[in-house]
């Protein structure tokens, strides 16, 4: 799907702009074209972005083609920038799922390519919308509000994972079950998958708040400093967390052996108590054959039976027990 947003020198704002109108838009110096390529072919996207557009071919090639670290390439005229949306889920295989956003920034124009739908884009769009003064204060504001919207969605998952490992960490001296630990390493996947997105992400911020390209005006660049200031705090939170998740497998771990040991403990003091009894029978021998000596009431059926239902009933008995204090 493409979606077209046009905003005109005049002040006309036009929803369904169509794509043969394009050239006629960017001409307009005042006005600002916001065009978003939504699940669509990159057969379709590459000649607009090439005719229309005039962009450079390796740009179109990175901007079609996913699986990129979160930069930005200054070309003169304008910027590709590529950055990443997240979502968590953590009953998930892979809890932290990660969107590619492909951004083209002009002087009076913004191309975005989503391979996914990405719900910072969506809500931005929904308020130019319903708000036309977002696209009163030219394209460079208005990618810093899909970015702000992009890095906001970043913190509900830090939360997330901190809640999790917070649960994890009561669950551990509770119930520490083979469960656990597979959420513990999911969790252990995920939060160093955020850092490497989260660390070249702070970078193309900087570069953009600090940078001298022609596209962005200095009156804009504090906006991108204020979401570089985010990354960085995010950033130092998400390398609490990779320690927070080792030291809650490690504590896990511990748990683990502390009760092993304890089961070993209770195993080895029931074999000492038995080890005379083995002793004995297996030295004098026990059988049901009619001594010499007449005994019938320990020789008999009755005894007999006794012994066979011991036998099965006993490691019966203590297989539940064992089970019941949680060693098997």
Not at 130 to 157: C, T
Request: hydrophobic share 45%.
């Amino acid at each position: 799907m493409i979606r077209i947003l046009y905003r005109s020198g005049s002040g006309e704002v036009i929803s369904d702009l169509p794509i043969a109108s394009l050239d006629q838009a960017l001409q307009d110096d005042d006005g600002l074209l916001w065009i978003d390529f939504l699940e669509e072919d990159p057969e379709v996207c590459a000649p607009i972005l090439r005719e229309s557009f005039g962009f450079h071919p390796l740009a179109i090639e990175d901007a079609l083609v996913e699986s990129h670290n979160p930069k930005v390439d200054d070309w003169g005229t304008y910027l590709y920038l590529v950055l990443n949306g997240v979502q968590f889920e953590e009953a998930s295989a892979e809890p932290l799922q990660a969107y590619e956003l492909d951004v083209f920034l002009g002087a009076n124009y913004l191309v975005s390519h989503q391979a996914t739908k990405i719900t910072a884009v969506e809500r931005v769009w929904s308020l130019c919308i319903r708000d036309e003064r977002q696209l009163q204060r030219g394209s460079a504001r208005l990618l810093y509000k899909v970015i702000d919207e992009l890095v906001s969605d970043y913190m509900p998952v830090i939360e997330q994972i901190d809640d999790a490992l917070d649960q994890m960490e009561d669950q551990v001296f509770d119930n520490p079950e083979q469960r656990l630990l597979q959420r513990i390493f999911r969790l252990k996947r995920a939060v160093p998958q955020l850092r490497r997105i989260l660390s070249p992400q702070r970078e193309v911020l900087n570069k953009i708040a600090r940078g001298d390209d022609s596209v962005l005006r200095d009156e804009d660049r504090v906006y991108y400093r204020d979401i570089y200031d985010h990354l960085v705090r995010m950033h130092d939170i998400t390398e609490g967390l990779r320690d927070l998740v080792s030291g809650v497998l490690d504590t896990y771990l511990s748990v683990i052996s502390n009760r092993m040991n304890e089961v070993m403990k209770t195993l080895t003091v029931i074999t000492t108590l038995f080890m005379p009894l083995a002793f004995l029978t297996g030295f004098f021998g026990m059988n049901f054959f009619q001594p010499s000596l007449s005994i019938p009431v320990w020789t008999g059926n009755f005894a007999f039976i006794a012994l066979l239902a011991s036998i099965v009933l006993l490691p019966a008995i203590m297989i539940l027990w064992m089970r019941r204090r949680a060693w098997m």
